[in-house]
């Protein structure tokens, strides 16, 4: 299982929220760049990045940040937040970055996301998929950063993409997002069952390296960790380490 970094950005800062709530954000210390380069030197091999005010503005925005970023050596760069153009993955690629993360239009606009998938390759687009679990135990996808409650379910939303040749999604429950409690393991362990074929990556609650050893027993691809490293619940070397010895 791979362990990725994640580096949200809001107005040229590193941030998290917590469960999604602009209205409560909390400010690190530390350039993205600085931060960034402190997890290639800890030994990351992939960094996810977050442009929180394209998400939010549905427009590209730390443009200039993500590229400065993406030219570290050493360092997969997988970028998400407002991307809802082809022009904006052109430039993404352009600056360096391995892969971009589709979120809103992907649950939007379908038939465009399916020709991104096949004109740039499987290999170059993440689908991301936030969900509320709702009171019958679905999970409902949200759009437009967290800020819209959709209709559709995490399992319809997949099935769209069948034909496509899908391989990586991004699935984050955001009731646990920040808060450091733990992931959502019934929700991944159900996409490991329902989609065996698809490299998951599982984020949001991530506290400690235990949460990383029980997902890696999930047989999840990739594990989004953002607060739990910026607060110092371990350092990247232990989870690299814990992970690879289990």
């Known amino acids: 299982m791979n362990v990725i970094p994640a580096i949200d950005i809001k107005s040229g800062k590193c941030v998290r929220l917590y469960q ?6 909390t400010e690190y210390s530390g350039h993205p760049w600085e931060i960034a380069n402190a997890y290639a030197k800890s030994g990351a091999q ?5 442009d929180l005010d394209g998400a939010k503005e ?24 407002g991307i809802r153009s082809h022009r904006h993955i052109k430039i993404l690629f352009a600056d360096g970055a391995s892969r971009v993360v589709i979120g809103s239009m992907a649950v939007t ?16 687009i993440v689908l991301a998929f936030d969900i509320n679990i709702d009171k019958k135990g679905e999970p409902i996808v949200v759009t437009e950063a967290w800020q819209k409650q959709g209709t559709q379910n995490l399992w319809e939303l997949i099935d769209l993409y069948k ?10 429950d955001i009731s646990r997002d920040g808060t450091l409690q733990g992931p959502n393991f ?13 490299l998951f990556q599982a984020s949001g609650g991530i506290g400690s390296l235990e949460d990383l050893v029980a997902l890696k027993k999930l047989k999840i691809h990739g ?14 070397e232990e989870a690299l380490k814990k992970v690879s010895s289990c």
Request: hydrophobic share 40%; aromatic share 8%; net charge negative.
């Open 223 to 236: 594990a989004i960790v953002g607060k739990a490293l910026l607060e110092k619940r371990f350092t990247l």
């Open 20 to 25: 999604g709530k602009f209205e409560q954000m």
């Open 186 to 198: 019934d929700l991944y362990a159900k996409c490991q069952q329902k989609y065996p074929d698809i």
């Open 58 to 81: 549905g427009e590209a925005v730390q443009l200039s940040r993500v590229a400065q970023i993406c030219q570290l050596e050493g360092l997969n760069i997988q970028i998400g937040g």
């Open 163 to 172: 034909d496509s040749g899908l391989k990586y999604v991004l699935c984050t």
């Open 46 to 50: 992939e960094l996810h990045i977050v």
């Open 109 to 124: 606009n379908p038939l465009q996301v399916k020709e991104w998938i096949q004109e740039f390759g499987a290999d170059r």
